[in-house]
Each structure stands twice: as structure tokens, then as C-alpha cells.
């Protein structure tokens, strides 16, 4: 069946193409190279490749406490991604279009990347349709061109994923240089606000008297939910918590002083003189804004365990009272020199909390034990160096993740508890080799990496007013084959 959809798929894309000029000859070609599967016609081009990973992973967690996860412990071959991509342009090469199509086994297919682009001219081009949202450049490097298996962890908590929306975009060619030219890229856009989360804790687990459970191992470690846009699913036109009338707006800028810096995470394919060093910088920014009450989660407090939450009735209307406004911004940069590659990013998130309709009569400002604002750091650098050019890689990353602390409430009990969070602190330390058999389209990573982490809302007695939080750690050691076809 999902073979079947394919091939009804692709020979939707085709059909345009071979109608375009169906009464005047025209050159038709199809190839079949390394980056897969070409057809061309005067007024029509589609190129596709499956790009596939297969991964051997053994995790080993270990972790304080009666309540730890010391023993969920793995080991296990699975595919973490197999992806189908489609791009080519309709009409003439000015009108673009991109599919990224990734198959599941539970008969979905999640579409990812999914625009038209018009692009008359390199300074301005118009995108509709869904994309990565402009934030970080690590989340914008497809994730078949990386140097390790996976992102940073920093990168995790603070992307914002992809979004739904019109985009503006362009380069601009400043000047010669000796080997490139002088290069400022920008995209501007604006997306639907969908809240990752309900109330934006990461992944965190559930509080009990004795600090905090983790419910769920891998959304602690991979930073699932937060307060930052998520924009992939299929969302009906109507009103609710994540799809609440608001929109995200995003906007990055990237200078190339000495030549554009290619979207990889490596220097692959260098030029071998001395002289050929290049870097770029560049900056992003996002606001949104979502209403939020955190009903039953850790944000219970703001709205039904406060002292309004007594007397106050929900809204009939579902939207919620409590407004969460978030920026995101991110600063990056980039260095390759004769198959050395520098890459690092600098992240901060602030949210600011604020009632709205009925709830603004209640004097929430004074209750201390109430989230107002909060402000998350990360940082990340990677290191890569072709030890054999174009061939054998070996790679280090530190990457971390600081979750601003506030006072709040167990829910149930009311009881108030210093040193909360949204997120566990956690910080990255790993390195790998990986050998390009053939680039990117065949090759062979072997990575280690060790991650701990300090869990929020601490269990035990107050020290100097803070409570102490447990320590869960958990080290890997991952091996994937990449091939794309």
C-alpha cells in the first residue's frame, strides 16, 4: 500500500510535465545517478532519493533515588528515520517545489517539508506551504548531512520544528573574494502558533513527594514538548489549546563574508589550498504567544490551584486565561578550513506569564509561588576534522541546556517548592568517527556520547531554600548506516 501511494503520488508530479507541451517537441531525459531517480522535460523537473539510517544503539541509564530509572537499560538495531524527498520545479526553474515524505510503520506517512517556492529572482523568493521555521542552523542542515548520528541536545530543546505559513526569502551577493563571493542570506516568515506542549514542561515527568518521576525516558532525553512552535500534523479549522489564533513570527539573517557556508555539518568536498578558509554568522529570532492554564500538569497552580481557583469557573468559551509570551533567539557560527568544520550556537528563550479576561481581577502578582517569567540558556560546539579528505571524519561535541528555576506548587497538596523547572539541566559531552564511503549517499558513523542531567523540583529537604534535584545519567554508544538512493 505505501508503495502503491508512492507511485500515484509521483505520477501526480509527473503529469504536468509531460502535458506542459504536449503540442511542440521537446527533450525529455531521465537519470539515474548517486542522488537517485531524475526525469526532465522542457518546463518540468522531479528528482527523488530515499535516504535510509539503520542504527545500532546501547543506552545505559543510571539515575539517584528509590524512584530512578537505573536498570532501563537497552540495546536494539531499528531504522530512526527513512525519508523519501522530492524537488524539482513546475512551468520553469523559478517555480520550486520540495517534499519530504518520512515513512512510519503504523501505515502514516508524516509529511515534513511540503512548499512551493517562487523565486524570479536570488534576492527574493516567496514560500508558502510548511517548512523548517528559520531558527537554528543545525535544525535547518538536513539531518542526513550532519557529522554525528544525531543533534545536539541543546538544538533539541530550543528548535522550533516545522511550521505552516508564508515565508520571504533571498540572498544578496555583496562582493568578490578570492575564492567565492561575500554573501547576506535572510528568511522572514509568518506561521501558526501550535504550542508543543500543553503546559511547556520538556519532557520532565510527573511530580510526587519524593521529587520527580520519569514518566517517560525518551521524551526526558530528547526534550519532546516546551513552549516553542510545533507545526506538523494535519489541523482541522477550529478552535483549541495548541491551535489558538495566534501566529509565530520568524526571521533569520546570515552573513558570508568570505563565500557562502554550505548547509552541512562538515567540511565535505574542501578546497585544498591554504588560502580557502570560510565562516559565516548568523542570527534568528521568534515570538509567539499561547494560552495556557496547565489543568492536571505543572502550571496547575497559575490557574485552578491559585486562590482565583476556587471561585473562578472555567471559561465557556475554552480559551484559556493565563497568556504565555515566548521569544526565542539564536546566535551561530561557522568555520571550515581544509575539512575543518567549527560549528557553535548560542540559545535563549524567555516566557513571560499573564492573566487575561476574568482572572485579571485576581491580584496573582502577589503570590510569589505563581510562574511570572522564566529565561532558558544552551550552547553547543562541534568539532570535525576529515583525518582522510572527503573520507574519514572523527567529531567532538559539548552541548548543554540550562532551565531557569521558579517557585510553584505540588499539585493537590498546594505545598510550595522552590527551585521548579520546565526542563531537566542537562549537559552533552561525546565524539565519533564516521567514514564516508561514498558522501553522504553510503556511510558508516560510530559515535559515544554521556549526558546528565539534574531533574527539577528536587526531592528531600530544603537546602538554603532550594530543593535538590536528582541526577539521571545515561551514556550511548550508537553505530548507523546511512545509504541514499
Known amino acids: 500500500m505505501r508503495h502503491l501511494m508512492l507511485l500515484a503520488l509521483v505520477a501526480v508530479l ?27 522535460t522542457d518546463g518540468f523537473e522531479i528528482n527523488i532519493h530515499t535516504a535510509v539510517q539503520f542504527r545500532f544503539t546501547y543506552h545505559d541509564t543510571r539515575a539517584e533515588g528509590p524512584h530512578g530509572d537505573n536498570g532501563r537499560d537497552f540495546n536494539n538495531f531499528r531504522f530512526p528515520s527513512v525519508r523519501t524527498f522530492m524537488h524539482g520545479y513546475i512551468f520553469d526553474p523559478s517555480f520550486q517545489y520540495r517534499l519530504w515524505l518520512v515513512w512510519s510503520w503504523g501505515n502514516v506517512v508524516r509529511v515534513e517539508d511540503c512548499f512551493f517556492r517562487w523565486a524570479p529572482e536570488s534576492y527574493f523568493n516567496l514560500t508558502v506551504g510548511q517548512m523548517r521555521v528559520p531558527a ?47 554573501l547576506l542570506l535572510w528568511e522572514v516568515g509568518i506561521f501558526n502558533g501550535v504550542l508543543a506542549g500543553t503546559d511547556g514542561a520538556q519532557g520532565r515527568g510527573t511530580i510526587a513527594a519524593d521529587g520527580v518521576h520519569v514518566s517517560d525516558q525518551k521524551m526526558t532525553e530528547h526534550f519532546d514538548g516546551g513552549f516553542r512552535n510545533s507545526d506538523w500534523k494535519v489541523n482541522g479549522d477550529n478552535f483549541s489549546q495548541l491551535v489558538d489564533g495566534q501566529m ?17 555539518m562538515v567540511d565535505i ?21 499561547a494560552r495556557v ?24 468559551s475554552g480559551r484559556k486565561r493565563v497568556d504565555a509570551q515566548i521569544f526565542h533567539a539564536t546566535v551561530d557560527g561557522h568555520f571550515r ?56 571524519l572523527i567529531a567532538a561535541r559539548f552541548s548543554m541546556v540550562d532551565f531557569d528555576e521558579f517557585k510553584s506548587r505540588q499539585i493537590g497538596s498546594n505545598a510550595e517548592v ?47 531554600g532550594v530543593r535538590k534535584g536528582d541526577w539521571r545519567n545515561f551514556q550511548e554508544i550508537r553505530l548507523q548506516l546511512q545509504w541514499i538512493f
Request: charged residues 20%; glycine residues 10%; hydrophobic residues 40%.
Open 293 to 316: 492554564d496547565g489543568f492536571t500538569t505543572f502550571l496547575d497552580n497559575i490557574y485552578y490551584n491559585s486562590n482565583a481557583g476556587a471561585s473562578l469557573a472555567p471559561p465557556a
Open 14 to 40: 509527473l503529469a504536468p510535465g509531460l502535458l506542459a507541451h504536449e503540442d511542440e517537441e521537446s527533450e525529455t531525459t531521465t537519470t539515474v545517478d548517486k542522488s537517485g531517480l531524475g526525469f526532465k
Open 248 to 264: 509565530m513570527v520568524a526571521a533569520r539573517v546570515e552573513f558570508h563574508p568570505m563565500g557562502e557556508v554550505f548547509r552541512h
Open 418 to 464: 522552590d527551585g521548579d523547572a520546565f526542563g531537566a539541566d542537562s549537559y552533552e559531552y561525546g565524539g565519533g568517527v564516521s567514514w564516508f564511503i561514498h558522501g553522504d549517499n553510503l556511510k558508516l558513523q560510530l559515535d559515544y556520547r554521556y549526558v546528565t542531567q539534574q531533574l527539577p523540583h528536587g526531592r528531600g529537604a530544603l537546602a538554603r
Open 136 to 182: 537554528t542552523w543545525e535544525y535547518l542542515v538536513d539531518h542526513e548531512h550532519t557529522g554525528l548520528p544525531d543533534r545536539a541536545i541543546a538544538d533539541e530543546a530550543f528548535t522550533q520544528g516545522w511550521g505552516k505559513g508564508i515565508e520571504v526569502s533571498g540572498r544578496l551577493g555583496l562582493y568578490d573574494t578570492a575564492f567565492d563571493e561575500g
Open 269 to 289: 568536498d574542501s578546497l585544498e589550498d591554504s588560502a580557502a578558509w570560510f565562516f559565516m554568522v548568523g542570527i534568528a529570532a521568534n515570538w509567539m504567544s
Open 337 to 392: 578550513w581544509i575539512g575543518l568544520s567549527v560549528n557553535w550556537a548560542l540559545h535563549m528563550r524567555t516566557v513571560n506569564f499573564s492573566a487575561r479576561g476574568a482572572l485579571k481581577e485576581f491580584n496573582l502578582a502577589q503570590d510569589q509561588y505563581l510562574a511570572k517569567a522564566l529565561t532558558d540558556y544552551g550552547a553547543t560546539i562541534d568539532v570535525g576534522y576529515f583525518v582522510l579528505r572527503d573520507r574519514l
